[in-house]
């Protein structure tokens, strides 16, 4: 048997599962404090792609071209995409928290269309796409790109790390906190329209590395971001909101499992996909790692 | 002549469309240990949460210290020094019970002898060895010590106490009972929401009865316990 497709999908899954992570984790933890569904946040995901783009353009016309100036590029976008989530969220996302469902959905889908347009306006309807010039590597008699194991690593020490401080920091034991019950929070005297403000732009800000590190392998196009917002979906469903854990897991799922029907049944990615999250639905429908909702 | 304190005047609350509480008055002194009596959803819980802004109160005014409180948020309310005890508890099920404390740490406020970790163990010794233990692991009388403790770290002047014995075994409502004297020894003002009359004349000075969300009755604790028709009529004694 020759296993070196199933391993290029293994790798090629993985690295998809890193880029669902780094977006479904700070969907969920959004949702998870603030109630809100971020329709948007994959589109802040692509906007930050052509940040990513335009600063390492910018930095190659400056100091020659390098693959390592992708590591500023990336740290100056999670920067500036970090401080627009938390500008987003005092000036518009915060007055839909006492709205209806509905309304909070018009307000991040229009906030889906309208970054979508200053996309276009400012980068055109050219894709853009990093070429690190990195030489492909024989793994198993195929070539592997090696950036996929670049992603994979950035994806688990993220991970680890966000692990860590939702853990063992004061903020993200106040996080934690909030997820059970933002009013009991506020009424300890935490300044809790602060803290709403941080997990959007922490929020923002891991979907911006994920922009980053995803350029080199995929062009950034219009319209992907509906593509990948969907999916994210399907992982806080499958892994259950508000965990971290599921999240990571259902990542991995829904990563692999996308990639591998791409070898079998090109058509039917999505399909398989959303098979899951309908037996996780019907089985354990607040998802394999979640906790079921307070009333 | 005491300080008022706290004062409510005239005070509206609803939730959604539906009118909850009417008109309501109420004022506490420095020092002082009030208690709101009432049958199930009289609207004690509301009066509570109306003055840490928890629920939105209308209408007149809510004065604590001078400042007015209406239309604040309840983290401005807390931080002017007024501190909730909420009855569901709501201890935040995957901190330990120290982190539980150390979260609702203020800096700042009550400048004197602040409260700390280690003087909330001291004044409920029960929760201290279990100071590693996950707040979802605890006991009801547990929960309880922990919610009042949580709130005391925040270095509140005025405590607002919903049934704090509701659902504890009656050993623990006499340790309870005697802690939260202690507390008022230590010049708290408090404010009960009470069913349980015992509890209620053991610890408060005055009383407000509530039915209906409007106030019935006020006056000492004696005053109370002599007037069988208000016992009878809204609080079913
Ligand atoms: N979130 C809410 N939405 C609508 N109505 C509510 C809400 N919370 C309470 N109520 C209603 O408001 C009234 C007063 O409730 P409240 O909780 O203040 O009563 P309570 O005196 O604290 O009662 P209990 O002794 O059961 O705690 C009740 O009729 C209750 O049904
Ligand atoms: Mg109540």
């Known amino acids: 048997m020759d296993i070196a497709p199933y391993a290029l999908q293994l790798f090629s899954g993985l690295s998809r599962a890193m880029v669902l992570f780094l977006l479904s984790a700070g969907l969920s933890l959004i949702f998870g404090v603030m109630n809100i569904l971020n329709f948007a946040h994959a589109t802040l995901w692509l906007l930050s792609g052509y940040v990513t783009f335009s600063i390492f353009t910018f930095l190659s016309q400056q100091f020659g071209v390098s693959p390592w100036l992708l590591l500023p590029a990336i740290a100056g976008a999670v920067a500036l995409m970090s401080l627009f989530g938390f500008a987003l969220e005092r000036l518009l996302i915060r007055h839909t928290y006492e709205r209806e469902l509905p309304e909070q959905l018009l307000l991040t889908f229009a906030l889906v269309l309208i970054l979508g347009d200053v996309i276009k306006l400012i980068w055109g309807l050219e894709n853009r796409r990093i070429n690190l010039g990195v030489r492909p590597i024989e793994m198993l008699d195929t070539l592997v790109n090696p950036y996929q194991f670049v992603i994979i690593g950035t994806g688990f020490a993220v991970a680890v790390g966000l692990w860590l401080f939702l853990q063992r920091t004061r903020f993200g034991k106040i996080v934690r906190a909030a997820v059970y019950s933002r009013s009991m929070v506020s009424a300890l005297g935490i300044r809790i329209p602060m803290i709403y403000a941080s997990v959007f732009a922490l929020g923002v800000g891991l979907a911006a590395l994920a922009g980053g590190v995803f350029l080199p392998l995929l062009p950034m196009a219009l319209g992907v971001d509906l593509d990948i917002i969907v999916q994210c979906f399907a992982v806080v469903v499958i892994g259950g909101f508000g965990s971290m854990l599921g999240t990571f897991v259902a990542s991995i799922i829904v990563g692999i499992v996308y990639s591998f029907s791409i070898l079998f049944w090109p058509d039917g990615a999505l399909a398989m996909i959303f098979l899951i999250v309908i037996a996780v639905l019907i089985v354990r429908p607040w998802g394999l790692f979640g906790t079921e909702l307070r009333s | ?237």
């Open chain 2, 1 to 237: 002549m005491p300080m008022p304190c706290l004062e409510l005047a005239n005070i509206h609350t609803y939730y959604g469309t539906s009118h909850i509480l009417f008109d309501v008055s109420l004022e506490i002194n420095e020092g002082e240990s009030v208690c709101l009596l009432g049958r199930n959803g009289a609207g004690k819980t509301t009066t509570l949460k109306t003055i840490m802004g928890l629920a939105k109160g209308k209408g007149g005014a809510i004065r604590f210290n001078g400042a007015s409180l209406l239309g604040r948020e309840p983290y401005e309310i807390a931080q002017l020094g007024v501190g909730f005890v909420p009855d569901e508890r709501l201890i935040f099920p995957d901190l330990t019970v120290r982190e539980n404390l150390e979260i609702a740490v203020k800096k700042g406020r009550g400048a004197a002898a602040p409260w700390t970790v280690e003087r909330v163990y001291e004044l409920f010794p029960v929760i201290e060895p279990l100071d590693r233990r996950l707040g979802g692991y605890l006991s009801g009388g547990e929960q309880q010590m922990l919610t009042i403790g949580r709130t005391l770290m925040g270095n509140p002047s005025l405590l607002l106490l919903d049934e704090p014995v509701e659902g504890v075994a009656p050993v623990v409502v006499q340790e309870l009972t005697r802690q939260i004297k202690n507390l008022k020894g230590m010049g708290l003002t408090i404010l009960f929401a009470e069913q349980n009359m015992h509890f209620a004349a053991d610890v408060s000075d005055r009383a407000y009865v509530i039915e209906k969300g409007r106030i019935r009755f006020q006056g000492s604790m004696q005053e109370l316990a002599a007037n069988e028709e208000v016992k009878s009529k809204y609080l079913m004694i």
